[in-house]
């Protein structure tokens, strides 16, 4: 499976915007690029996913590279309810849907 | 808003007990997961179901067994639980189709073996 690579925290102000970012270098051209994020004591939600372009949805954005090596999940503000582990995780269309969770980044908001 | 539901929300349990995690949804999702989660440390995939009867092993090893007899329900089973069992398990599914292979969770059991 593909490996990724992200800071293990990172801290931000409230509503500033959040740039999270993950290299994935041995990704593959199936592999579509997802993130999620667990909150405290809670299982983890879906955040966003892309493959080529880059995408917006109601929670976030995401900005892939042009070589698709690494990606950025953007918090376009900040709130405190935004404290979460963010992952990162690669996931080919032929592999049924299985994820790999990585570590992921601690992302702490400060009022 | 997922409906996937998991009980018991918590479990101590003395060793050598037998226990079973149940997790249904109402999502009608064939393919549903258990992970399991240490505290701090990442999710784990010990076993998932493509769809009815249908049962595979994770990429860590487990001494758990699951089974898949209808589609809403994928209970997990520690036939004799033993400390090393101590950890959060997290229950999920997803559906078949489109890009996304979103996974929706449960809210986990936190599972104690004295």
């Known amino acids: 499976d593909a490996k990724t690579t992200q800071p293990n925290s990172m801290e931000s102000n409230e509503e500033e915007p959040v740039h999270l970012p993950c290299n994935h270098s041995t990704i593959s051209g199936t592999d579509y690029i997802h993130w999620y994020r667990q909150l405290p004591s809670q299982g983890p939600e879906y955040v966003i996913h892309?493959?080529?372009s880059n995408v917006n949805n109601r929670m976030a954005s995401l900005a892939i590279a042009e070589d698709r090596k690494s990606s950025t999940l953007i918090l376009h503000r900040a709130t405190l309810r935004d404290a979460a582990v963010y992952y990162c995780i690669l996931s080919a269309y032929n592999q049924g849907g299985k994820l790999i969770f990585g570590q992921g980044t601690e992302l702490s908001v400060k009022p | 808003e997922a409906d996937i539901y998991q009980t018991p929300r918590y479990l101590v349990i003395g060793t050598g007990k037998k226990i079973t995690l149940e997790c249904s949804q109402t999502m009608g999702h064939d393919k549903m997961y258990w992970y399991q989660q240490d505290p701090g440390m990442e999710l784990h995939l010990i076993h998932y179901?493509?769809?009815?009867?249908?049962?595979e092993k994770g990429d860590l090893s487990s001494e758990s067994t699951v089974s898949r007899i209808r589609t809403e329900h994928f209970p997990l089973t520690l036939e004799s639980a033993r400390p090393s069992h101590t950890s959060q398990y997290l229950c999920?599914?997803?559906?078949?189709?489109?890009?996304?292979?979103?996974?929706?969770f449960g809210p986990g059991t936190r599972l104690t073996v004295t």
């Open positions: 999920a599914s997803s559906l078949t189709g489109g890009s996304s292979y979103e996974q929706y």
């Open positions: 892309g493959l080529t």
């Open positions: 179901s493509y769809g009815v009867n249908s049962t």
